[in-house]
Structures are given as C-alpha cells and as structure tokens.
C-alpha cells in the first residue's frame, strides 16, 4: 500500500499529488485506452421562481446585514430548472465537474438520476409525483458521495482554513474507519469562516454503488454529516458563494476548494448492516378491504413501503375513521404509540424530537381527523383510499364496541353501517383538553386574529411572543411551552429585522441560533407550488409550534376586503397554515375598522373572516402601556387583560449608513405594579400640562409651543 501523503504546508489546490496514485484515480491512462464511465452527475440550473421570475443564485450570499457583520444568506428554491448530467468515473472527473458546476451560481447538484421522459430544458425537482405534476427524479445507487460537514463543536486547535489538507484529514478521523487515508474532493460551504465551527463539502469516489437508504444507515452515528443532502431530490449546493456589494470573502487568499491526495484512491465501503430502507414521508396507499388495525398502523415508519412520520399519521387515522367510523380512539392511539415504538426510524428524516412531537399531540390529532371525516361522511364526500367502504372492527380491537352492537356480538363478516346519531357517551368519548402553547391564552391548531389600531404596538408584542415561545419562557406567570417560530415578514420586513435586532440586544438572547425563522416578503399562500414549499421547508425543520402572519391585509389576495367570499377563503387559508408540519398555533395580526373606536376592535373587512377565527385578541395603547385582551369572540376560558410597555430603544448594531444610532420599538411585559407606576406618571405629566395652560396669560397659539414650563422632547 502507498505511504500516505505528507500534509503540504501551503493552501495552495491540487491539481495532481506528488505521490504515486492508481489511473483509477487520476484518469491518466494512455490516450488509446478506453474510459469506462462508471456513473453520472446530475446538475440542474435555476430558471424561475413560483411568480415566472428569474431565480435567485442557486448559492449562498456573503453580505452585511444590519448590524455590518458577515453574514451567508440562502436564496429562496427556484421552481423551474434545466437538467443535465455529466458522466464521472473516478474522482478525478467528479472534482472537474464540480470545478466546473462552481463556476455558475445558478448550478447546484443532486443525487437523484433525470427520468427518461423528463423535458430538461424546463423540469421540476421532485421524486414523488404531485397532481398533474410528473416526478422528475429517481433515487439510484451512486458510486459517488458528497458529504456537508456542518458541526458547531467541531472546533479544531487550530485554524481550520489555513491548510485545507490537515482540516479534511481532522474530520475524516472523526468519520468510520473507512474514510481516513482516502484521497477526496473539498470545498469550504459558503458559511465557512463566519459561523464557527468546521464548514466542508467532501466528495468521494466509493468501489460500489450505495443507495440513499444504505448511506443514511451508514452515516447517522455522525450528527455532524448532514442527512438531508443524501436524499435524491436535495439540493448540493457546489457553486462558489456570491459576494455582494460591501461584503468580502472571509477566504480570500486562501483555497476555497480543491482535492485531497490519500495512502487509497477509492473508498471501500464496509459491510453496512441490513436495514429498513428509508423512504421519503409521503406516498400512496394500498390496502386490502379487510385491513386490519396492524396492518394500518405498520404504514408508519421510514422502512420499505412505509409512509413515515407526518404523512403516514393522516393517512392511517384517515383510513381507520373512514373504515370503522365507529372505532375507539384509545385502541387507535395505542396501536399508533406502539408502532411508534417498535418501527425503523431514520433519524435523519424523523429524529427523536420530531416524533415526541407528534406523540405529545396525537389523542387531539386522532379527534380532529374523525371529527373531519365525520363532516365529510354526513356531506356525502366519497371515500378516496382503495377499499375505504366502512367496514366492521379490525381484528386487534377487541373490548370496543360499537353503537349498532352495544354487546360486541355482532356475528362475524355482517357489515355495520356507519351511524349519524350518536349517544352521549359516544358523542363525549373522544373530547380532549385543550393543547395550550400559551398557557389560558394561545392553543395549538387553533387559529386567531390580533387587532388592534396603528402604533399600539401589535408587531412589537407578536415579535415579543415569537421570542417567549422559543426560549419558553413564562408571560405574566402563564407557561409557555418550548417551541419553534415561523414568522411571515409581510408588511414591512426591514422594520421586523431593525425590531429583531434590537429585540436581541435588550432582551439577551442570541440572534443567530434561536428557533425563530422568517419568511421575507409577500407569497401567494394560495399557489399549490408555495404551500407546498412552505410544508416541506417546515418539514425539514423538524415542524414549527407557532405562526405569525404579519399581516392579514399583506398576504389578502382578493380585491375588497369587505367581500364576505373573499375573506371567507382568505381566512380558510390562514386556517391552513394551521395543518404545517407541527400543527401549529397561528396568529394573525390585523387592522381594525378606519377610525376604530377602543370597543370595537375587530378585524378590517366582512364578517365572514372573524367567524372562522377561534378569538380575536386585541391591543389597547393607553397613555404608556398596551393592554391585551379580546374583543367579539374567544374560543376558551376567559382570561385577565395583560399590560406591556413599547420602549423606544437603541442597540450598537443597529446603526444606519452614516454610523448614526437607529430608534425601534420593543415590547416588554409588565406586571400589575409597574403598570399603576406608568398610569401614574401619565397623569403627572397630564397634570403639568394642565398647570401651565391655566397660568398662561393669553389663549395658546401654536407659535407659543416654546411656552415656560413646558420642555419640548424629541420625537
């Protein structure tokens, strides 16, 4: 076996080691020798967005945000692509074309192969077909492999990108045996020197094909490799960042990318232990008349023709209220918790936390899906799954009973007519508390409006709750539960990001690792091609808790917001977002009436709107203080007004061109005393004012604004 290579002591990329290395490798074989071209490299290249618009880089941005600190910001997935793959058979042929994929933003890899049918020059990107929408892409074995190396405490004692060649040869002792003394394709991501930790893109050549499944299997005992960018369909981005205007290169001078030599040229795959196959959370159904409960339930998981997590549990709680309509959701729940227990996971796709997730909630979840297919039955809506025609109790149910056989004698095979009249008991069985996120005052899938007049300080206090729901920490004494943010941007989203900023400062949480994600921007929520990408985005987070939409008015799509129709479908899709990944809590900040007065703080457009929300929450400023509480409809126990003061602030990394401090505004809550100080010093200052109108000799003018007595502030 070949010595391995000394490290070099430059930056300096290689084209070809000093070191003796098979043909394989290096593709040096005599020019009459044949090339045998072992796999292929699928490249697609952004065309437009969802709107038709030219796509953004298919990269990352190095920029300054607001505070003038370097920052790399993703540009949002295109939606059309041009496809192309590109033939490799060794690693030096994959490092050329991803040399060549570097040079244009627009370029990114997959692993997935083009189907055969597929237009290339105008494609989608998706494995699973959607209505009318073909899939694009299949998942095949690959005898290359790109990994992301993306680790927070991967934190070497040294500086990581001084020599590229001792930074790969660090990790790769971190990785299974296989990995270290094998020559390998680098790049640092386009995060590397700004976030801490080790940023690296490795691409290797492996001696036999491995499919999605086989690399997951392999590879998840390392949570520094990223497991999403193994799936067929996932982006690798490959392109050299941009830089834009004002910014630099944290890496300048110094070799962003290049190959690695090794003591082996080609990276033998160990045996890897026989498991399920992981599949992506989606796909369709099918399933004997005669079902039973088992067979539901083994739908769930990530092994071969399982659904996964999400996906599997509409499906499965779907298909059981649709087929025994007059089930027991205690059996259903405590087949799905077994299941949950016993089937493969793969923790990439659905790790542990996710799946705590959906388990926390799940007796709700069960009680909303049969309550939604008891309104689809009692409306006439077909069944829609193969063999979905409301059959007598799975085998595994036994002990439940069912209305048209109180005494669980029914003779076996003798169909049972679904039932619309139910008892008290049956009509009570499946009730379920509350899923508060807020403890009193905010619950799960639910949805409200937040109303309230200009300058009362609505965005303040949504931002302020955004911030208490992904820290958990309590408001007014109510509990709040730990969870993760989605924030829709809408109205002003230079305002939210100079509040956020600021926000982060005063209230000492760091910016750059709380759950908190941001959608920037208006979308067209009523697009499929935009919901979609919002659910699978959320997806990929792991699910979110709570959603803001900031504001009603920005994201309404119809033309008068006093149209009854209109508001009605756009409060429908509010009620939507409810359904992302997480089954999340939204919350809609709205305006009122023009000229609202303070008892009737209702949402600006027809009635119709209101009567889909769950509550309406409001907020009344009053001299220093805003107070929230409701107005017109709260689902729930009623609950204390709740006082907060907007503070004019300023932060040192808030600052505008010139290097001149920017004032926001942020909200703080306050309790009971600090509310009566406030109140008082309201009126204090009322009465000074009072004071010196008495005592002035003549009727005021506004020239006389200067008067004595008075102290003119700013703003």
């Not at 020559?183 to 491995?210: E, H, M, N, T």
């Not at 208006?522 to 699910?543: F, N, P, Y």
């Amino acid at each position: 076996m070949t010595k391995r290579t000394p490290l070099p002591t430059n930056d300096t990329p290689y084209v070809k080691p000093n070191v003796a290395v098979s043909d394989e490798l290096w593709g040096d074989a005599p020019a009459t020798a044949k090339v045998v071209h072992l796999d292929t490299i699928t490249v697609l290249t952004g065309l437009t967005n969802y709107a038709g618009e030219k796509a953004r880089p298919g990269t990352k941005t190095i920029q300054r945000n607001a505070a003038g600190k370097l920052e790399a910001a993703a540009a949002p997935d295109a939606y059309w692509y041009r496809g192309a793959e590109h033939e490799v058979h060794n690693l030096r042929s994959l490092a050329a074309v991803l040399t060549k994929i570097g040079e244009n933003p627009d370029n990114f890899v997959v692993r997935g192969k083009i189907l055969p049918e597929v237009n290339r020059e105008k494609m989608l990107r998706r494995t699973i077909p959607r209505e009318n929408e073909p899939a694009t892409l299949a998942d095949v074995p690959r005898r290359w492999v790109l990994l992301d190396i993306d680790g927070d405490d991967l934190k070497p004692d040294f500086d990581p990108h001084e020599n590229p060649a001792r930074t790969v040869r660090w990790v790769l002792d971190k990785l299974a045996a296989a990995f270290r003394d094998v020559a390998c394709w680098y790049q640092f991501s386009s995060s590397a020197g700004i976030k801490p930790g080790v940023r690296l893109r490795l691409g290797f050549w492996l001696d036999k094909p491995l499919t999605t499944a086989e690399l997951k299997r392999w590879l998840t005992p390392y949570g520094f490799v990223c497991q999403s960018v193994l799936g067929a369909h996932q982006p690798i981005y490959c392109a050299r960042p941009v830089i834009a205007p004002g910014a630099v290169d944290p890496l300048t001078g110094r070799a962003r990318e290049g190959v690695v030599p090794g003591a082996r040229d080609v990276l033998i795959v160990p045996e890897i232990p026989a498991g399920a196959k992981a599949e992506h959370d989606g796909g369709t159904v099918e399933l004997p008349p005669n079902a039973t409960l088992d067979d539901l339930v083994a739908l769930i998981g990530d092994g071969p023709g399982e659904l996964g997590c999400n996906t599997a549990l509409n499906k499965v709680i779907g298909i059981y209220w649709r087929r025994f309509p007059n089930g027991a959701p205690a059996a259903l729940e405590a087949a799905i918790r077994n299941r949950f227990a016993v089937a493969y996971w793969d923790a990439g796709l659905h790790p542990p936390a996710y799946r705590a997730r959906h388990l926390t909630g799940l007796k709700a979840f069960i009680a909303n899906i049969k309550n939604a297919e008891w309104t689809k039955l009692r409306s006439g809506f077909p069944a829609q799954d193969i063999g979905e025609r409301p059959e007598s109790k799975p085998a595994g149910d036994a002990g439940s009973t069912t209305q048209e056989d109180p005494g669980g004698d029914k003779k076996p095979g003798e169909d049972k007519k679904p039932t619309l009249i139910q008892s008290s008991s049956a009509f009570t069985s499946n009730f379920t508390p509350p899923d508060y996120l807020i403890e009193g005052l905010l619950s799960r899938r639910f949805v409200y409006s937040f109303t309230a007049r200009t300058g009362a300080g609505k965005t303040a206090i949504a931002l302020l709750l955004a911030v208490l729901v992904a820290l958990a920490r309590a408001l007014g004494g109510r509990e709040i539960e730990r969870g993760r943010v989605l924030y829709f941007a809408g109205e002003n989203a230079v305002d939210v990001k100079m509040r956020w900023i600021a926000m982060a400062d005063h209230l000492k949480f760091d910016r750059h690792a709380i759950d908190v994600h941001f959608i920037e921007g208006v979308v067209k929520l009523s697009l499929k091609q935009v919901a979609d990408t919002i659910k699978r985005e959320a997806e990929a987070l792991g699910g979110v808790d709570f959603v803001v939409v900031d504001t009603c008015a920005a994201y309404f799509e119809g033309d008068d917001d006093n149209n009854n129709v209109q508001m009605l479908e756009h409060a429908k899709r509010m009620r939507e977002l409810c359904k992302l990944p997480g089954e999340p809590c939204v919350l809609v900040i709205s305006h009122p009436v023009k000229d609202a007065s303070p008892d009737n703080l209702l949402p600006r457009g027809g009635g119709a709107f209101l009567n889909e929300m769950d509550g309406n929450l409001t907020a009344m400023l009053d001299d220093k203080t805003t107070t929230i509480h409701w107005q017109g409809k709260f689902r729930g126990a009623d609950f204390d007004p709740m006082a907060f003061q907007i503070c004019e602030v300023t932060t040192p990394e808030l600052i505008d061109s010139k290097g001149r401090a920017i004032r926001t505004v942020i909200a703080k809550p306050i309790d009971a005393k600090q509310q009566a100080a406030l109140e008082t010093a309201a009126r204090s200052d009322e009465d000074c004012v009072l004071v010196v109108l008495r005592d002035y000799p003549r009727p005021l003018r506004f020239r006389d604004r200067r008067m004595p007595g008075l102290a003119e502030r700013d703003g």
